[in-house]
Every structure is written in structure tokens, then in C-alpha cells.
């Protein structure tokens, strides 16, 4: 026999909690839910047999046993509760709200699983289309494990704009187990040379993450005091709200990810100009060597083949063509509906990676394990920063180019800025933003700018 308990010292006078036909999210602490789930799992856990908190309670405190809320079950098979089945009830309102979380805690997870599994298809497309812009060398050393990491960190992206996403996975540090189901690292394995591969092969990660996110349902349904902590601070008694730009989200780390390991492995070089705006500089009256061909404004950030992310503005450079524009790529990446990545992902992402951990190019995707709203290094490639000090080109922070050809042994030497010969004649790369853009350049008087610049490319 189930005992029914009142809720020591629940304020019933309060009218957005006595009518449980319009859920309110302030509800579950209102009404001291805390105090009377505690009273009613001492009063009814010998009963429950081998049934667990959630379980029991919809089996015995609700009218819709056998229905099982407790795990995920895609035949909808937990059951909405309503609030014409508990009102005029004793201890109505409580048990509705009880109710009402258990059920509304296992459509989020619902959620997230579905979410997951038509990431697939989002994230694979995603991938063929990196592919083909990027036309990656198929040597790579990709680990499929690192590619579940890259798509669950979506989840801490997502908690940026979705209070209830932040609620789940601040919470996971403070639920044993938890953290591992949600970011299951480890979880797959598999190794693949080829980035077309993997996008054909990406069912196997998003399984995994299915069948971990599923996992983790009951470690928050089925122990009271994990249900109740959540339940305090997830806003689940009232209405869920839709996830349904997570799938986007998911796939943009993922593919943020896949760019940034491509860009590495082929001898690109990622230049950062510190404190510039290289729209401004065009506009503003500075004298100027040469054109920089960002005249026109920013879209998403781009301006020819430069990114602002408003602070410093990032391009890319290839060593065997310093005269390659890579506009078409960058718009690629960060335009469209939705868009691939973006630039603060993509290059704010990678230097704060360097800042972080002293490793510049090739550090390891991280999830803040005490907030795992964080992460860190999802991309990791390497930002050379132009050294305003002097003629250029680096300030020390890649001393290690990749070797393609004999471009890039002169690329990061300081006063060759590319030269391949010894006269004062030199080519800079399209996306250079060093101190010899300027005609007035401090530090660099003795040099013959005009004989420095009259090479440059055409723009």
C-alpha cells in the first residue's frame, strides 16, 4: 500500500501552483517539492521493490502504470500526465508536478537522442561538402573517438543560448556518471585516412552518443536525490522548450573540427594580425603600400580573404601560391543557412587554444570537466601573429612552418617575408598584415620599402 504524504510547509496559497492545467517552471520549489519527495520515497521505497524512484512513482502515484518513464522509449510509452488525472486528488498538485518532471526529464532526453541521430545526416553532408572544398590529402590520421568529442562539444555551444541545455550539463559534474554520458570520450573506436570515410561512416559515432546519451536518463530519474537536484534547477516544471536547432549546432563542431585537422595537414598557414580591423585600415587614410582589397565591408566576417573577428583579423595563406585568394573558401565556411562554422570557432577558437595551453598547432579537443559548458581546442591549428615590431614576418610563435617547399623555409625568416633570392625584391603572401603594409613602418627605416613592395602581388 502507497502512503500519500502533504508537503511540509508547501505555500498552496500561491494560484500559479494550485492549478496544474498551466505548468509553471517556478512550481517544483513552490511547492517544497523538495521536502515532499524526500517524505514520500521514505514512506514508499520498501514498496517499490525492485522498482527505482521513477518508476515506482509512476506506477503507484499516477494512473499510468505500466507506463515507464525511467528510460528512453521511442514508442512513446511514457505517458503525458494531465492535470485533470490528479485534480480533486489528495495531494494532487504535487503528484501532477512530480509527474510532470519525470515525464517532461525523459522528453528532453528523447530529445537529445533524436537530435543526435539526425545529426548523422546533417553532419555527413556536412562533411563530403569540407571534402570537396578542401580536397584533403587522404593520409590523415583520423580517430574516430576524437570525431564523437568534436560532435558532443555541439552540446556545450548549444548551452550558450539554451538555459536548459546549460542546466543539464552543469549539472552532469554534480551526477555521479553522469559527464561520461553525455560526453562519452572512449566510447568508439576506429581509425580512418580519409575524411569521405568518415562522413560515410559517421552512423557508428552517432550510435555510440545515442546510446550513451540514453544511458544517462536514468542516472537522473531513477536516484531521488540526483532527480531532485535537477529537478531544482532545471525550469522542467514548466514547458520543455524545443531543441530543434541543436542538430545545426552539433554539426558545425563537427565540421569545425574536420576543417581545422585539414588546414593542418596541408601546409596552410594561419596568419592573426593583432588589434586590426583590415577593413578600417583600408578605409581610414592610412598610407598604405599596397591595396589590402578589403575595401568592400565584412559579411560574416570576411572581407576579401581576410576574417575580422573584431579584434584581430585572421587569413590564410598557402606557400606554394602566396597569390591564391581563399574568399570563396572562407565564405563557404561561414555563410549559408546554416552556415559550415564559423570564423570564431574556426580561428578565435585556435588562438585562444594556443593562449590556453602554450601548445600552438595540435593540441587536443578539451571539455572543462568542473563546467563543462567550456571547451577548449576543438580547432587547434597553428596562428602565426605578425610581429609588429619589425619588418616581419612572425613573432616567434611558429618557429616551425611545414616544409611543403622552399617558400615556406624563407616565409617565417624576418626580413625575407618569402624572398627566395637575395635581391630587395620580394613578394609578400595575399594575406599579409605585418608592419611592411604601412609606408610609414616603425623600426623598418633602413629599409627601401618602395624596393621591398615592388613585387607584390596584384590584388
Not at 540514453?214 to 537536484?229: K, M, R, S
Amino acid at each position: 500500500m502507497m502512503l500519500a504524504l502533504l508537503a511540509s510547509g508547501a505555500p498552496l496559497s500561491l494560484s500559479q501552483c494550485t492549478d496544474g492545467s498551466s505548468p509553471d517552471a517556478s512550481c517544483f520549489n513552490a511547492l517544497d517539492l523538495p521536502d515532499y519527495i524526500m517524505h514520500w520515497w521514505t514512506a514508499n521505497e520498501a514498496s517499490c521493490g525492485q522498482q527505482e524512484f521513477a518508476a515506482c512513482f509512476y506506477a503507484s502515484a499516477t494512473k499510468y502504470a505500466p507506463s515507464d518513464c525511467s528510460q528512453i522509449n521511442n514508442d512513446a510509452a511514457c505517458t503525458q500526465p494531465t492535470w485533470s488525472d490528479f485534480s480533486g486528488s489528495d495531494n494532487g498538485i504535487q503528484n501532477f508536478y512530480v509527474a510532470w518532471n519525470i515525464w517532461n526529464t525523459n522528453g528532453l532526453f528523447l530529445d537529445l537522442y533524436n537530435a543526435i541521430g539526425t545529426a548523422e545526416g546533417s553532419a555527413s553532408s556536412g562533411l563530403s561538402a569540407i571534402v570537396t572544398l578542401l580536397d584533403p590529402p587522404k593520409t590523415q590520421n583520423i580517430v574516430l573517438d576524437d570525431v564523437l568529442d568534436a560532435l558532443s562539444f555541439g552540446l556545450s555551444l548549444y548551452a550558450e543560448g539554451s538555459v536548459l541545455v546549460k542546466a543539464l550539463i552543469r549539472a552532469a559534474p554534480q551526477t555521479t556518471g553522469l559527464l561520461g554520458k553525455l560526453f562519452p570520450s572512449g566510447t568508439v573506436d576506429g581509425e580512418y585516412q580519409d575524411w569521405s570515410v568518415v562522413a560515410q561512416n559517421l552512423g557508428k559515432v552517432t550510435t555510440a552518443f545515442q546510446s550513451s546519451v540514453a544511458d544517462g536518463l536514468p542516472i537522473l530519474e531513477n536516484n531521488v536525490t540526483n532527480f531532485i537536484y535537477w529537478s531544482q534547477n532545471s525550469g522542467l516544471s514548466g514547458f520543455r522548450p524545443s531543441l530543434s536547432s541543436l542538430v545545426d549546432t552539433m554539426t558545425q563542431t563537427l565540421n569545425t573540427y574536420a576543417i581545422s585537422q585539414i588546414i593542418s595537414t596541408q601546409g596552410i598557414i594561419v596568419s592573426r594580425a593583432p588589434n586590426t580591423d583590415v577593413h578600417a585600415l583600408q578605409t581610414n587614410g592610412s598610407k598604405l603600400n599596397w591595396d589590402t582589397g578589403c575595401s568592400g565591408g565584412y559579411t560574416a566576417g570576411i572581407c576579401d580573404t581576410f576574417f575580422w573577428d573584431g579584434t584581430d583579423t585572421y587569413g590564410l595563406t598557402d606557400g606554394t601560391d602566396f597569390t591564391k585568394s581563399y574568399h570563396d573558401e572562407l565564405t563557404s565556411f561561414f555563410t549559408g543557412n546554416p552556415a559550415l562554422t564559423s570564423g570564431q570557432l574556426l580561428f578565435t577558437g585556435a588562438q585562444a587554444c594556443y593562449v590556453a595551453t602554450g601548445k600552438n598547432g595540435g593540441g587536443s579537443p578539451t571539455l572543462d570537466s568542473t563546467d563543462p559548458t567550456q571547451f577548449s581546442c576543438l580547432s587547434n591549428m597553428q596562428v602565426c601573429t605578425w610581429d609588429e615590431s619589425g619588418y616581419g614576418p612572425f613573432d616567434g610563435s611558429c618557429p616551425n612552418l611545414p616544409a611543403r617547399n622552399a617558400v615556406l623555409q624563407h616565409f617565417g625568416v624576418s626580413g625575407c617575408i618569402g624572398s627566395q633570392d637575395s635581391t630587395t625584391s620580394i613578394d609578400v603572401p595575399r594575406a599579409y598584415l605585418g608592419p611592411g603594409v604601412y609606408q610609414d613602418a616603425n623600426n623598418v627605416a633602413d629599409l627601401q620599402i618602395d624596393d621591398f613592395c615592388d613585387n607584390v602581388p596584384l590584388r
